[in-house]
């Protein structure tokens, strides 16, 4: 028996300088394969080097134009000049959305739009998280409570595997994380496919995705943090809103990477 314990004990000595010699090599592996083929920013191709928001370049992060205060308290639309508006920005209080508050990190400009036609457009998945990153830095300050969960905005099946993941769903993985929120992606989910958004007019695209929501019973009572890409026209997110509304949803708020300006 001491003899098994013995040997056990000396095979547990042994395995510690075994993992961190294993662990350097892993090290010297990247090191030399960042020589041999250096990680490049998928947005302006530049090398990365030690200021980098993985995988963007340090300089491609500090160029995206933040949305900073003053900007609708129920929509987010930025109120720059127009510093005496204090609340809802006046399309909003001429027709309230149907969700309660959206909040978005930057306006849609390069190089953030490069950044983001390349994550959802283009597979570099790992672009999730400096989005998402952005996402909580600007605009966790300004949610007015804490939701009971996230649920990203969903894809059509046949998109989905089309594209191979749904970009709101990784977005929403990593932004659950930061504010310590679950991540419900089963209560939100497609009546029926769409024309991809891109392709439409505003109008267009209010009538493509009416009625194409529906929500889980599991809403009812809850505060919901709807999580997409891009906030453009609205319509998305208001139709998203809507399906988590009819379900008993008590408050809906949308966050996103992005919105036009």
Known sequence: MRT???????????????????????????????L?????CPVCQTRLGGDRRDPLCGGCWARIARLEPPYCVVCGVPTAGQTSLVGPCLACRTEPPPFDYARAAAPYLDPLRSAV???????????????????VEQCAPSLPAPADALVPVPLA?????????????????????ALARPVRPRWLGRARPTRPQSELAADERRRNVRGAFRAAPAVDGCHVLVIDDVLTTGATAAECARALRAAGARIVGVLTVARVV
């Open 36 to 40: 041999l083929y250096p990680a490049l």
């Open 157 to 177: 099946p046949a998109r989905e595997r089309e594209r191979g993941f749904n970009q709101a769903a990784l977005l929403a993985e990593r932004v659950g994380r």
């Open 117 to 135: 036609h390349a994550f959802k457009f283009h597979g570099k998945r790992a672009l999730a998280r400096p989005l998402a990153d952005l996402v």
């Open 4 to 34: 098994l314990e013995r040997t056990a004990a000396s095979r547990r000595t042994l395995s510690l300088p075994s993992a961190l010699a294993g662990g350097r090599l892993r090290a010297w592996t990247s090191a030399a394969l960042d």
